[in-house]
T-cell receptor
Framework: GAGVSQSPRYKVAKRGQDVALRCDPI?????LFWYQQALGQGPEFLTY????????KSGLPSDRFFAERPEGSVSTLKIQRTQQEDSAVYLC??????????FGQGTRLTVV | RKEVEQDPGPFNVPEGATVAFNCTYS??????FFWYRQDCRKEPKLLMS???SGNEDGRFTAQLNRASQYISLLIRDSKLSDSATYLC??????????FGPGTRLSVLP
């Protein structure tokens, strides 16, 4: 595709439910990033892949958060046992090495 | 202390005004710098990269001061359509992009 694609665009989850958020990066982009953005805040780093290798997961807030990119292309961010504080927009971005990052439109997660 | 800091604003300026945003970063290993623009409920989009020599793109000028670890963005002759949040970004090659909290700009008629 022409840009970064994320699905679903919106997700409402009941507290305690597991969710999976998908990201299709720009074809050929080696680097893939996940960010969490709360209302009125800048994007906060969650995790970073270079191809299929997860090089940095220091931003994942708890062990309920898990990300994978098994074939170095599509990535999934999974949140287990969702809690209300997980409500945010989850942004995925892809990049060639050290050049600008292109963002998807994000998944707006609301935990009720 | 956040790794990238910005004044959150809001900056309310009249059309045609010149406005400047500042940003500081704490990681001296940062090598690439960017300004992103984010409209309400939209994803961030690249406005411009920031080079050591400074760079200009139409009404927008970006400057980098490595010694002071400081980045700036100047918008001249501001338009209503410039109203948005401006995000400062620092990146160490091979690592993640670190975003500031953003500066909100409202250009008023």
């Amino acid at each position: 595709g022409a840009g970064v694609s994320q699905s679903p665009r919106y997700k409402v989850a009941k507290r305690g439910q597991d969710v999976a958020l998908r990201c299709d990066p720009i074809s050929g982009h080696v680097s893939l990033f996940w960010y969490q953005q709360a209302l009125g805040q800048g994007p906060e780093f969650l995790t970073y892949f270079q191809n299929e290798a997860q090089l940095d997961k220091s931003g994942l807030p708890s062990d309920r958060f898990f990300a994978e990119r098994p074939e170095g292309s599509v990535s999934t961010l999974k949140i287990q046992r969702t809690q209300q504080e997980d409500s945010a927009v989850y942004l995925c971005a892809s990049s060639l090495q050290a050049t600008e990052a292109f963002f998807g439109q994000g998944t707006r997660l609301t935990v009720v | 202390r956040k790794e990238v800091e910005q004044d959150p604003g809001p900056f309310n300026v009249p059309e045609g005004a010149t406005v400047a945003f500042n940003c500081t970063y704490s990681n001296s290993a940062s090598q690439s710098f960017f300004w992103y623009r984010q409209d309400c409920r939209k994803e961030p989009k690249l406005l411009m990269s920031v080079y050591s020599s400074g760079n200009e793109d139409g009404r927008f000028t970006a400057q980098l001061n490595r010694a002071s670890q400081y980045i700036s963005l100047l918008i001249r002759d501001s338009k209503l359509s410039d109203s948005a949040t401006y995000l400062c970004v620092a990146c160490v090659w091979g690592q993640n992009f670190v975003f500031g909290p953003g500066t909100r700009l409202s250009v008023l008629p």
